[in-house]
Nanobody
Framework: QVRLVESGGGVVQPGGSLRLSCTISGFASTFTINTGEWYRQAPGKQRELVASVTGGYVTTYSDSVKDRFFIVRDDVRNTVYLAMNNLEVEDTAVYSC??????????????WGQGTQVTVSS
């Protein structure tokens, strides 16, 4: 059974840093991690794609986090990280990981994490 576990959320002061981790396990060896993404949703707002990394290690970021957040994938540990620096109050949200697994014969599978709360407050 595929399992996706997130960690690293918490409370931090403005200007601080946090690192989120998203580890996927339990998938068949014929699958590989295609794309890893981090989304966030603040109260009363739509869910926002924050960062993504492709199988070719190409990264993209939303304008609101560019140059402050960095997404990294570790294919040995089957983990996608989101390093968040110079955090702002506006970054407060529930952050969720989304991983697409791919098997060239079967196709793609979507997997979501349970979400982890990030609160930026003085």
């Amino acid at each position: 059974q595929v399992r996706l576990v997130e960690s690293g959320g918490g409370v931090v002061q403005p200007g601080g840093s946090l690192r989120l981790s998203c580890t996927i396990s339990g998938f068949a060896s014929t699958f590989t991690i295609n794309t890893g993404e981090w989304y966030r949703q603040a109260p009363g707002k739509q869910r926002e794609l924050v960062a993504s990394v492709t199988g070719g290690y190409v990264t993209t970021y939303s304008d609101s986090v560019k140059d402050r957040f960095f997404i990294v994938r570790d294919d040995v540990r089957n983990t996608v990280y989101l390093a968040m620096n110079n955090l702002e109050v506006e970054d407060t949200a529930v952050y969720s990981c989304h991983i697409i697994l791919s098997d060239w014969r079967i196709g793609d599978e979507d997997h979501w994490g349970q979400g982890t709360q990030v609160t930026v407050s003085s």
